[in-house]
């Protein structure tokens, strides 16, 4: 029998998401300490990457600005290793997620939760599984969410990201950090997007240049998609390169060697490298690493050779946008920014730093030229299990930016790690643009998802 009509109003009210003045409805004063918040709208993002799985919880006012969640601008918690980790253990997976569903839950006022959308967004390291086994992982992860919190669920809310869409996503991210959703197409920043599967790259095209792109690539992505934002119009392209991340290059650049050895690797280190199930052989030269000779084995990974069907091209034969103003300004994000901070060329306090590929190449040539011993005491910021490998991880980063991407050596861009926001500093990565998406577009029949602007319009 239906409950009481009444009863049912009531309950209705009591999840509505709907804030006036600090009191809730059925609730007394606002979420987070904070009053004078009219409408408020959370969502919680998961980004199954292939090194670890993490939470971003994001809180928007009815302008879509970023509110404060207690301390802090938005919640982030990671675990390691990812999803892809636990490739025949689909529960095992799933469960990995579980303290880091807890930790959005304390920060979403349980009234709200049932309102409040969950997405997770899997990269390169369930691409890589297959279709089978990461859509066995997905459903595992699809009943832990509905089974186990109170969170607006969606099946398809839970999947594999196609590799434009992270582009895409961290484009928007960066660009409403940085206050440009709204401006001209060339007045927005490109991004880089260094990942440990995968490498992204994504910018903003004048109409006429989105007009002449080819409409599907290689993979079966479009290259460019028209997305409205903020009342504007763009044409964004966005490609993501699988297999050249920089954990997915190493195993690349490990297997190409042509010598028994190979000259990227530190000398005085023995050892083998495991990436997605395979082993490779480590092993430095008798005499050590070498800049040149590894640039050498680098560039022929890259595939910089590689037949295009189109004018412009990066590698591996993909289309590379044709450039124009909307690429003038570039933000590289995630392992550029890590590995230039652990080595000591940008200062690691700092969230951002203007830098050219030429400052990469400058420390490259000078890990290059180090033992694993003398490396060891030079660089006490890198991790002790990446140290074997920071002449070929820079020769990487140096050989993509200017050989894959063509830039000039000396084009000035910015490693960014953090981006300023108000009085505080929000993480420049893909799921504040997911978060972004999915609250412009939630159907929720409530007044406060009526009122709330709707930044990011599909059509
Ligand atoms: C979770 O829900 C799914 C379907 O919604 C069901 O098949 C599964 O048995 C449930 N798991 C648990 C542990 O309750
Ligand atoms: C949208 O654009 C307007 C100006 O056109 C700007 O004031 C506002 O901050 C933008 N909103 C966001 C969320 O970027
Ligand atoms: C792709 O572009 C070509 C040439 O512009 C056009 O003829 C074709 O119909 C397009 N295909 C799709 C699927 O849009
Ligand atoms: C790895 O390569 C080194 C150098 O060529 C060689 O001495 C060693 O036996 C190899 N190890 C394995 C496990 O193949
Ligand atoms: C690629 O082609 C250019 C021009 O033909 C040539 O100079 C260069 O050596 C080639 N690079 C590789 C890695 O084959
Ligand atoms: C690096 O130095 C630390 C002590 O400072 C030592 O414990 C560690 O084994 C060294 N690692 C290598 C690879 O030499």
Same mark, same amino acid.
């Given at each position: 029998?239906?409950?009481?009509? #009444?009863?049912?109003?009531?309950?209705?009210?009591?999840?509505?998401?709907?804030?006036?003045?600090?009191?809730?409805?059925?609730?007394?004063?606002?979420?987070?300490?904070?009053?004078?918040?009219?409408?408020?709208?959370?969502?919680?993002?998961?980004?199954?990457?292939?090194?670890?799985?993490?939470?971003?919880?994001?809180?928007?006012?009815?302008?879509?600005?970023?509110?404060?969640?207690?301390?802090?601008?938005?919640?982030?918690?990671?675990?390691?290793?990812?999803?892809?980790?636990?490739?025949?253990?689909?529960?095992?997976?799933?469960?990995?997620?579980?303290?880091?569903?807890?930790?959005?839950?304390?920060?979403?006022?349980?009234?709200?939760?049932?309102?409040?959308?969950?997405?997770?967004?899997?990269?390169?390291?369930?691409?890589?599984?297959?279709?089978?086994?990461?859509?066995?992982?997905?459903?595992?992860?699809?009943?832990?969410?509905?089974?186990?919190?109170?969170?607006?669920?969606?099946?398809?809310?839970?999947?594999?990201?196609?590799?434009?869409?992270?582009?895409?996503?961290?484009?928007?991210?960066?660009?409403?950090?940085?206050?440009?959703?709204?401006?001209?197409?060339?007045?927005?920043?490109?991004?880089?997007? #260094?990942?440990?599967?995968?490498?992204?790259?994504?910018? !903003?095209?004048?109409?006429?240049?989105?007009?002449?792109?080819?409409?599907?690539?290689?993979?079966?992505?479009?290259?460019?998609?028209?997305?409205?934002?903020?009342?504007?119009?763009?044409?964004?392209?966005?490609?993501?390169?699988?297999?050249?991340?920089?954990? !997915?290059?190493?195993?690349?650049?490990?297997?190409?060697?042509?010598?028994?050895?190979?000259?990227?690797?530190?000398?005085?280190?023995?050892?083998?490298?495991?990436?997605?199930?395979?082993?490779?052989?480590?092993?430095?030269?008798?005499?050590?690493?070498?800049?040149?000779?590894?640039?050498?084995?680098?560039?022929?990974? #890259?595939?910089?050779?590689?037949?295009?069907?189109?004018?412009?091209?990066?590698?591996?034969?993909?289309?590379?946008?044709?450039?124009?103003?909307?690429?003038?300004?570039?933000?590289?994000?995630?392992?550029?920014?890590?590995?230039?901070?652990?080595?000591?060329?940008?200062?690691?306090?700092?969230?951002?730093?203007?830098?050219?590929?030429?400052?990469?190449?400058?420390?490259?040539?000078?890990?290059?030229?180090?033992?694993?011993?003398?490396?060891?005491?030079?660089?006490?910021?890198?991790?002790?299990?990446?140290?074997?490998?920071?002449?070929?991880?820079?020769?990487?980063?140096?050989?993509?930016?200017?050989?894959?991407?063509?830039?000039?050596?000396?084009?000035?861009?910015?490693?960014?790690?953090?981006?300023?926001?108000?009085?505080?500093?929000?993480? !420049?990565?893909?799921?504040?643009?997911?978060?972004?998406?999915?609250?412009?577009?939630?159907?929720?029949?409530?007044?406060?998802?009526?009122?709330?602007?709707?930044?990011?319009?599909?059509?």
């Amino acid at each position: 029998m239906a409950p009481p009509l #009444l009863l049912r109003a009531l309950s209705l009210l009591f999840l509505l998401p709907l804030v006036v003045d600090g009191s809730v409805l059925g609730r007394k004063a606002a979420a987070g300490g904070r009053v004078g918040r009219e409408i408020e709208s959370y969502a919680v993002i998961f980004d199954a990457g292939s090194t670890g799985s993490r939470v971003h919880v994001f809180r928007f006012d009815e302008n879509m600005d970023l509110l404060y969640l207690g301390d802090d601008i938005e919640l982030f918690v990671q675990v390691k290793p990812g999803l892809s980790s636990y490739a025949d253990d689909p529960q095992k997976a799933a469960n990995s997620l579980i303290p880091l569903l807890e930790e959005a839950e304390g920060v979403v006022p349980e009234e709200l939760q049932p309102t409040t959308p969950v997405r997770l967004g899997a990269t390169a390291g369930l691409r890589n599984l297959g279709e089978e086994k990461s859509e066995e992982i997905l459903q595992a992860v699809r009943d832990l969410f509905q089974n186990n919190s109170l969170f607006e669920y969606k099946s398809e809310w839970i999947t594999v990201l196609e590799g434009y869409q992270e582009g895409s996503y961290l484009w928007v991210a960066m660009n409403y950090l940085l206050g440009n959703l709204g401006n001209r197409y060339s007045d927005t920043v490109g991004v880089v997007d #260094l990942g440990g599967g995968s490498v992204q790259m994504a910018y !903003a095209l004048s109409e006429q240049a989105a007009a002449n792109a080819p409409n599907i690539s290689i993979g079966g992505d479009p290259y460019v998609t028209k997305q409205l934002l903020n009342e504007t119009n763009y044409y964004l392209y966005a490609y993501s390169y699988l297999n050249y991340g920089l954990l !997915a290059a190493r195993a690349g650049i490990l297997e190409a060697a042509d010598e028994p050895y190979n000259y990227c690797m530190l000398g005085g280190y023995t050892g083998s490298y495991e990436y997605n199930g395979e082993v490779y052989n480590a092993s430095a030269s008798p005499s050590g690493s070498s800049y040149s000779k590894c640039r050498t084995e680098t560039i022929k990974v #890259l595939k910089i050779n590689e037949t295009c069907a189109y004018e412009d091209c990066t590698f591996g034969g993909v289309w590379s946008g044709g450039g124009g103003d909307g690429q003038k300004n570039l933000y590289v994000a995630s392992f550029f920014y890590d590995r230039a901070a652990q080595v000591g060329f940008i200062d690691s306090e700092k969230p951002n730093a203007l830098v050219t590929p030429s400052d990469f190449e400058e420390a490259t040539k000078m890990a290059c030229k180090l033992s694993l011993e003398e490396a060891n005491v030079t660089y006490p910021n890198v991790a002790e299990e990446d140290l074997p490998y920071i002449c070929m991880d820079l020769v990487y980063e140096y050989t993509l930016l200017v050989d894959g991407f063509g830039l000039e050596p000396s084009q000035e861009i910015i490693l960014v790690t953090k981006v300023e926001y108000g009085d505080s500093y929000v993480g !420049a990565a893909w799921p504040l643009g997911s978060a972004i998406e999915v609250v412009s577009s939630q159907s929720t029949q409530s007044l406060a998802m009526k009122n709330l602007r709707r930044l990011w319009l599909q059509q």
